[in-house]
């Protein structure tokens, strides 16, 4: 285990590494630069675009420009080209706002795909599947923002509450119970709209793979055995059925940054989604590196954390 774990480890930073050269290349290869990204503010004068070249490095070469960046990124002092801020406290707080809508988001996914996508598959052929297979594919080829529309409609024409940003203008001083409210309604409706389509393709994947188990011999065995129904789904066919979901629910981490661009902006949530969003319109590189610097973390530990719930979860696994 431990062994395992060291090497794991030594992969993944090496792999870190390559991933941090090539996006900072893919970066700094993209045409133009910050200070063409608004050419008519008379800020930017001639004098003024040298000074920022010579204050972030921009003249020098490019692999100078690498080491500077990272070298300040782990001391902590990369600061954003856009507003001067520290890279890492805006991320930080951006973070704070996006980790309730993920976790809300990713409990209501989980928790409900299994038992739809179980039941689809133990009754395969019934009323309840087929009805589930209809919506399932119906929330799938929806386009996003046109359900997002509608849920807004329905919300604030039904129920008579806000749902832009994560709280109502003038209810920043009120404490108690009715500010607390008021974030729950503007936090439920992105959660419910981000887990929808979640939900579809979950409960998909859950039917197909306990369809596939089911059809196994050791399944086929059991039921000539006489063993009751509920025993051979529940205990034979399901416990097997929910291995490949362990390395999914390490690889959903990465989705912290990158799954909920366009929710956040279309219900105008200040999170790490939208800040990267418009990081990239300004041609801000210190927090569109930073990001992706991140983002890969994410997504190293996320398949650590999948290969080792895998080895615990299945003995036969030997990594």
Do not use: C
Not at 40 to 53: H, I, L, S
Not at 100 to 119: D, H
């Amino acid at each position: 285990m431990i062994s395992f774990l060291l090497r794991s480890m030594a992969h993944k930073l090496v792999t870190l590494f390559f991933v941090s050269v090539i996006s900072f290349a893919v970066v700094h290869m993209a045409p133009g630069e910050p200070s063409q990204v608004d050419p008519m503010n008379p800020k930017f004068t001639p004098e003024m675009v040298e000074r920022f070249r010579k204050a972030f490095h921009l003249d020098q070469p490019l692999h100078v420009q690498y080491l500077l960046f990272y070298q300040n990124l782990l001391k902590g002092e990369t600061v954003s080209w856009k507003d001067h801020q520290p890279v890492l406290d805006k991320i930080w707080e951006r973070f704070l706002n996006s980790l309730p809508l993920f976790l809300v988001g990713s409990v209501l996914t989980w928790t409900i795909s299994f038992p739809i996508g179980i039941t689809a598959a133990v009754r395969r052929g019934g009323t309840f599947d087929k009805t589930m297979t209809f919506v399932a594919y119906f929330l799938i080829s929806i386009p996003g923002f046109f359900f997002a529309y509608l849920l807004i409609i329905g919300v604030v024409s039904l129920l008579q509450v806000p749902v832009i940003g994560m709280e109502t203008f003038g209810l920043g001083e009120t404490g108690g119970l009715a500010r607390l409210m008021d974030r729950l309604w503007h936090l439920v409706i992105p959660s419910v709209l981000g887990a929808t389509v979640g939900i579809a393709e979950l409960s998909r994947y859950v039917r197909g793979q306990m369809l596939e188990v089911e059809s196994q011999d050791y399944v086929r065995t059991a039921r000539a055995k006489g063993l009751p129904t509920d025993m051979v789904h529940y205990k034979h066919a399901l416990r097997n059925a929910l291995l490949p979901f362990v390395t999914m629910f390490g690889l959903m981490i990465p989705g912290l940054i990158g799954g909920s661009v366009i929710i956040e902006s279309i219900f105008s949530w200040p999170g790490m989604g939208r800040m990267a969003y418009e990081a990239i319109l300004a041609r801000d590189y210190p927090v569109i590196l930073t990001l992706n610097f991140i983002s890969a973390v994410l997504v190293l530990v996320g398949t650590l954390v999948s290969d080792i719930l895998y080895m615990l979860v299945d003995p036969r696994i030997r990594l």
